[in-house]
């Protein structure tokens, strides 16, 4: 047990070395590099890649009383069933399902409305790469068919690169 430890303790990670999509640790024995499928850091503001964070916090942001931590994209929820955010440098789009009441509760990256309909149940998750969402129809009396309020905002929109394409000036 006590050699677990202080190997452990020689393993430091190298932020210099993060990407999308890896941690990289430096040992006694050199640099050993951990690879997950999707995202795990973001790139901030001065370019740095830093660790996502999805834990729902509280917000200043009018008609919002949550967002997520850090991430490269913003997810903006309300304390009572109402419109959610999803915005990015791009642009954003807000969404609200209709006739949807009822206070929410947070817990960790989700927050979740009971009964925000007749035997329906919200819930919002804020993951490292999009927001998931999920109804839960809690009996056959449920509706059967739920409406959307939906509204988009273009930012400020990047051109993209191709790669057999030059950049146009």
Do not use: C, M
């Amino acid at each position: 047990v006590e050699g677990a430890r202080s190997g452990s303790a020689k393993k430091r990670e190298v932020p210099s070395r993060r990407n999308r999509n890896s941690k990289t640790y430096k040992e006694s024995t050199g640099y050993v590099t951990e690879i997950f499928p999707g995202a795990i850091n973001y790139q901030n503001a001065t370019g740095d890649w830093v660790p996502i964070d999805n834990t729902l916090v509280g917000t200043r942001a009018a008609g919002f009383a949550y967002r997520n931590k850090a991430n490269s994209f913003s997810v903006y929820l309300p304390d009572s069933a109402g419109t959610v955010r999803f915005a990015t440098a791009s642009g954003s789009v807000d969404f609200s399902l209709i006739g949807a009441t009822g206070k929410g509760s947070v817990r960790a990256d989700t927050a979740t409305y009971r009964n925000v309909l007749p035997g329906v149940d919200l819930a919002y998750s804020a993951l490292n790469e999009d927001l998931k969402e999920n109804l839960t129809l809690d009996h056959f009396a449920s509706p059967h068919s739920l409406s959307y309020d939906l509204q988009t905002r273009v930012g400020h929109l990047a051109r993209p690169t191709l790669p057999d394409r030059p950049r146009p000036p």
